[in-house]
Nanobody
Framework: QVQLVESGGGSVQAGGSLSLSCAAS????????MGWFRQAPRKEREFVAS????????NYADSVMGRFTIAKDNAKNAVYLQMVNLKPEDTAVYYC?????????????????????WGQGTQVTVSS
């Protein structure tokens, strides 16, 4: 099992920027990918971005493409989410996730079922 702790959430006006961090500990050697998801009130948790741990391949939801950037630091066992040009619809609790599932090809690491470890979440609020 991998333990994940997110940080960096907060409140910002539309058009602003925020950076989220996720620190991983525990059985990190078995991690194949990490991702960010978000959940707004009364909505299902949705995919935001993912990154493979070895090759660094990234994938983004269409709604954040070009505005969000996921990155990792293997030495620190950390993953980051840089968010710019934030919109009110980006308001949600953001969750970091990790998986030891190996997947190749398109569509990998885009659903909650692909991940087996989750952080506690951090709130991001964007006001108009």
């Amino acid at each position: 099992q991998v333990q994940l702790v997110e940080s960096g959430g907060g409140s910002v006006q539309a058009g602003g920027s925020l950076s989220l961090s996720c620190a991983a500990s525990g059985r990190t050697f078995s991690t194949h990918a990490m991702g960010w998801f978000r959940q707004a009130p009364r909505k299902e948790r949705e995919f935001v971005a993912s990154i493979t741990w070895s090759g660094g391949s990234t994938n983004y939801a269409d709604s954040v493409m070009g505005r969000f950037t996921i990155a990792k630091d293997n030495a620190k066992n950390a993953v980051y989410l840089q968010m710019v040009n934030l919109k009110p619809e980006d308001t949600a609790v953001y969750y970091c996730a990790a998986t030891n599932l190996y997947c190749a090809g398109s569509g990998c690491y885009e659903t909650v079922y692909d991940y087996d470890s989750w952080g506690q979440g951090t709130q991001v609020t964007v006001s108009s």
